[in-house]
């Protein structure tokens, strides 16, 4: 079965200052990846997703996260963080598998705390 | 608002009281999904329905729960004699139809309370 790994529950920085949240996975087949964004009481919104082509991919917000297939790895970044970007992050993932592309297997979160 | 919406936003029930959980998916999506998300944890899969069909119910509780997608208004998550475990937040999504799946649509959740 696929896991997915979220390395710190809880990442601390100061406004400005570059971020990088980690998310591990593990799969038998290939995967799509995603990086929800959960602000305070709300629902969650798509940050960005990787299915296919280059393996960087980019948010609108300043946020990138690259696929490296060879460490199973999704890492998110930013390279200098704004106190908006304070919310709780989750990695995500999709099995490739025909028949059943849908089930979203989540990772804990991690909560970013940007500090002023 | 043309986002995926969930209602009532939050509910308290008593155990043993029955739970009604709305969703009307993005306008022009027919595919319904349901997660929970229970204290500190990541969300969960529960179920997928599409109009008058369930798909997946693979994580779905055996007994209680129940879900739906009828033909003409929102889908229903039903969870019959809720306990204090019940308690969580309950996430639907939405998506267009086959072939898109995995990009899903998120509402803002309805929080469960169990007294």
């Known amino acids: 079965a696929q896991s997915v790994t979220q390395l710190d529950s809880q990442v601390p920085v100061f406004e400005e200052a570059p971020v990088e949240l980690r998310c591990n996975y593990s799969?038998?087949?290939?995967?799509?990846l995603f990086w929800y964004v959960q602000y305070p009481n709300q629902g969650l919104q798509l940050l960005l997703k990787?299915?296919?082509?280059?393996?960087l991919v980019e948010s609108i917000n300043g946020f990138e996260a690259e696929f490296n297939k060879s460490q199973t790895s999704f890492h998110l970044r930013k390279p200098s963080v704004h106190i908006s970007d304070t919310a709780e992050y989750f990695c995500a993932v999709i099995l490739q598998r025909g028949g059943s592309n849908y089930k979203l297997t989540f990772g804990k979160g991690t909560l970013l705390t940007v500090n002023p | 608002n043309a986002g995926v919406m969930q209602n009532p936003r939050h509910l308290v029930r008593r155990r043993g009281q029955e739970a009604r959980l709305r969703c009307s998916p993005m306008k022009g999506h027919s595919h319904v999904y349901w997660y929970r998300q229970l204290p500190e944890e990541g969300l969960k899969f529960m179920v997928y329905l599409q109009k008058e069909n369930i798909i997946d119910e693979s994580g779905m509780p055996k007994e209680r729960f129940s879900a739906e997608f009828p033909k003409e208004g929102p889908s229903i998550l039903r969870i019959q004699q809720v306990v204090r475990g019940d308690s969580a937040a309950y996430f639907c999504a939405s998506s267009p139809g086959a072939g898109r799946q995995e990009t899903q649509y998120f509402g803002p959740g309805t929080r469960l309370l169990v007294l």
């Open positions: 799969s038998s087949v290939s995967v799509y």
């Open positions: 990787y299915l296919s082509g280059s393996t």
